[in-house]
């Protein structure tokens, strides 16, 4: 395999996920805020695309009762 072209399965897949900050992350415990700002969410209402990854999926379901999820 040449050095320009590396095996990364995790970006292979090219799957998405669409999330949404529903709720102010005022009030939350660290590790939640902490997982939605990993996420890139800044601001409610702010929608991020990331990619469908074990890592991304346990922030989301850390944040759950605070963000909307779609599947593209």
């Not at 999330?19 to 590790?31: D, F, I, N, P, W």
């Not at 939640?32 to 209402?45: C, N, Y």
């Not at 702010?46 to 999820?69: F, P, Q, S, W």
């Amino acid at each position: 395999m040449s050095p320009g072209k590396q095996n990364n399965s995790k970006q292979a897949t090219g799957k998405h996920i669409k999330v949404t900050l529903v709720k102010s992350l005022a009030g939350q415990l660290r590790h939640i805020s902490a997982s939605v700002r990993g996420l890139g969410l800044r601001r409610p209402h702010h929608v991020v695309m990331v990619a469908d990854t074990a890592e991304n999926r346990g922030m989301i379901n850390a944040a759950c009762h605070m963000l909307k999820v779609e599947r593209n």
